[in-house]
């Protein structure tokens, strides 16, 4: 697996022109439609995908310098700036998305310069209550703002692209990825499908448990 933000770029790279090229597509009122995730719009989702490219820009700050930089100040804050972002003209949410993906690569190519402790100095994702400990190496963010790309634009609830589309090495990295989080699971079926799963995004026809049983909820990660 790859261990440098560098590595990843390429991989992200692709994913973040496939998502572009999807927002590309999309009107006014497509933006205004519901997404995957319930109480959200495409505006939304989209949204929060720049957003948290932001985030992850002051996460990388804060590995350069030793500075505590939350990615958020607070989920308040958060879910403030996606819901002000939401309702804009499409051209508007892409031309959004695009600059703040281009901020957030510039960041982690600044992040590969830095040295091994800027690398392996502990971040904290998201918004967590104060005295959280840092607990995620700088040198894995990149592949994180890849798991935001993918399963978001899986969230946007286009006809253009769903879990099929997924790359399969996005697939088995990321089921990788959970199953160290929260341990293997007894359920099988199409990798994509139960990726989907796992994500809490619903259940596919093919995945069951092994012994053919219905799967119920994913666990939390």
Do not use: C, K
């Not at 933000?5 to 790279?13: G, H, M, N, V």
């Not at 949410?93 to 590969?112: G, H, M, P, Q, T």
């Amino acid at each position: 697996m790859p261990t440098t933000p560098l590595a990843d770029l390429p991989t992200l790279d692709a994913a973040t022109n496939r998502l572009v090229r999807s927002l590309e597509a999309l009107s006014d009122a497509d933006i205004a439609r519901p997404s995957l995730l319930p109480g959200w719009t495409v505006g939304h989702v989209a949204t929060h995908v720049a957003r948290n490219a932001d985030g992850l820009v002051r996460l990388v700050t804060w590995a350069r310098t030793g500075v505590v930089t939350p990615m958020y100040e607070s989920m308040a804050a958060r879910e403030a700036d996606i819901e002000a972002g939401a309702g804009r003209p499409a051209a508007e949410v892409l031309a959004d998305v695009v600059d703040s993906a281009a901020r957030v690569r510039a960041a982690f190519v600044e992040l590969a310069g830095s040295g091994a402790s800027a690398l392996e100095r502990l971040v904290v994702f998201g918004a967590p209550p104060p005295g959280t400990a840092p607990d995620t190496p700088a040198r894995t963010i990149p592949f994180r703002r890849l798991q935001e790309v993918e399963v978001h634009h899986v969230d946007l609830g286009l006809d253009s692209y769903g879990p099929q589309d997924w790359p399969a090495e996005f697939v088995e990295r990321q089921l990788l990825f959970l199953h160290g989080r929260t341990g293997a699971v007894d359920v099988v079926g199409d990798p994509a499908e139960v990726l989907f799963w796992r994500m809490g995004r619903g259940t596919g026809p093919s995945v069951t448990r092994m012994d053919g049983s219905a799967v119920g909820a994913a666990p939390a990660w």
